[in-house]
């Protein structure tokens, strides 16, 4: 019997027959103006049983010929399966730990949290997973004759990073616009070092996105952020390789930092498609946490009092200065879909101050972890969900991690040093400066765990 023919698309999220090839220049519904996502024949996927997928994903994962050993594309049919092998843009990503961290879950009362490390990947950040696709479709796009002469993005730091490495991997022109003096100087180094174009704009994120949707409305400037539903693609994959660490079963809860929400979204649509081929049995409930500086969806809904739904409105604002920059997004493009998500894992929003992320990413680094302060925000929401005993003990969590704790040291440094504007350590561990004595080294030792 041959093989099944598997495809994919544009469609509208909202409802509306619009349908397109992922080979076009499109990211919004023509008719009413929602976010597309793409669509995959689940009929076509349905043929194959839950056992032949997990069979299949597990035999590629880290070890299959190129590309399927990427954690993306060990996962192609359910990514993009028309594209052609030769067009696939990849750098390994995927295929990060899931850590067991129970010393840090013991200090919360818990007694299984799990931090899926997705910094642990080429440019350091989730990002990635989403980029590999978007930059492949659009190599799949000029080879088929597409004028698209150059893909650009609106950031705050880690999109840039990954928009550029694949791009430059793929020898295609790429166009970033940061906020000038709003993200940490190794996520401004990155772009400039594979050779973007890199736009330092007066305004923040919310503005930089603006004029990037502007940019975009030819069609020879492809648009790369995560309001592109290829993105969103790729990112699903974090969730099906967390169920496939975990022996192809569902954590009860999952944690993700929230700024453009379109990660959020992402988590939902990777568990909804497992469960409906059966290789899950239940859904996690998810949580998005949001920096209080920047809390859009957690104002429309917690704060509400109104249970995250598909029909609530998040109405944008500004965003504060956060020490979470990646997320400091008041106008996030994903809310609708990341709603959506909310509303089918039965989720719940939470937010997190300057002082709690703060200390939260120290309190996990004390642990043996080394945290960003995104990921930071997503433990000081996990923290506080514990403390009023909605997550509770024995129940297993996920945290996902999605940048490297080496791509803000100002920030660790600043917390350890008691620099940081606002900001009180509650656990600070500055280095200890002495003469080049063993008796002025003896003394600090036993000055910190007592004389033996």
Not at 10 to 36: H, N
Not at 59 to 65: E, S, V
Not at 236 to 261: F, R
Not at 268 to 281: H, N, P, Q, S
């Amino acid at each position: 019997m041959a093989a099944p023919a598997f495809s994919s698309w544009f469609r509208c999220a909202d409802g509306c027959d619009f349908r397109a090839e992922l080979t076009e220049v499109v990211y919004e519904c023509p008719r009413c103006g929602g976010l597309l996502e793409v669509e995959h024949d689940r009929a076509a996927l349905a043929t194959r049983s839950a056992a032949e997928w997990k069979a299949l994903f597990d035999g590629r994962f880290k070890l299959g010929a190129w590309p399927y050993g990427s954690g993306v594309w060990g996962k192609k049919e359910w990514v993009y399966p028309g594209i052609a092998d030769g067009n696939v843009v990849s750098m390994f990503e995927g295929g990060s730990p899931l850590l067991r961290i129970d010393r840090y879950a013991r200090e919360l009362g818990l007694d299984d949290v799990w931090l899926k490390e997705c910094g642990v990947t080429h440019t350091g950040s989730f990002k990635d997973l989403g980029m590999t696709v978007l930059v492949s479709a659009v190599k799949e796009m000029r080879a088929r004759g597409a004028a698209v002469r150059a893909v650009a993005c609106a950031s705050t730091g880690d999109t840039s990073a990954a928009l550029s490495a694949y791009c430059a991997a793929a020898g295609i022109p790429s166009v970033v616009l940061l906020p000038r003096g709003k993200i940490s100087t190794a996520q401004l180094v990155q772009p400039i070092s594979n050779g973007a174009l890199v736009l330092e704009l007066d305004t923040d994120f919310d503005g930089c996105m603006q004029v990037v949707k502007q940019l975009s409305r030819t069609k020879d400037i492809y648009l790369a952020n995560s309001m592109n539903s290829l993105r969103i693609e790729g990112q699903k994959t974090a969730s099906v390789e967390i169920a496939q660490q975990l022996g192809w079963t569902s954590p009860d809860w999952i944690v993700i930092p929230g700024g453009n929400l379109g990660n959020a979204s992402a988590v939902g649509k990777g568990f909804l498609l497992m469960k409906e081929l059966g290789l899950v049995d239940r859904l996690p409930r998810l949580v998005v946490a949001q920096a209080e500086h920047a809390n859009p969806l957690w104002r429309a809904t917690t704060g509400a009092g109104v249970k995250p739904t598909a029909g609530v409105t998040v109405e944008p604002l500004a965003a504060r200065k956060t020490l979470a920059s990646a997320i400091q997004i008041g106008a996030p493009v994903s809310a609708r879909r990341a709603l959506r998500a909310l509303e089918a894992l039965d989720g719940v929003v939470e937010q997190a101050s300057e002082q709690e992320l703060a200390d939260a990413a120290a309190r996990a680094d004390r642990a043996g972890m080394f945290t960003c302060p995104h990921t930071g925000v997503a433990l000081a929401a996990l923290e506080k969900l514990a403390a009023r005993g909605v997550v509770r003990k024995g129940e297993r969590v996920v945290v996902i991690s999605t940048a490297h704790g080496l791509k803000f040291s100002d920030f660790k440094v600043g917390y350890h040093d008691q620099t940081l504007p606002g900001i009180r350590a509650g656990l600070p561990n500055p280095a200890v400066q002495l003469p080049a004595t063993l008796g002025a080294v003896q003394d600090a030792i036993a000055g910190r765990f007592g004389r033996g």
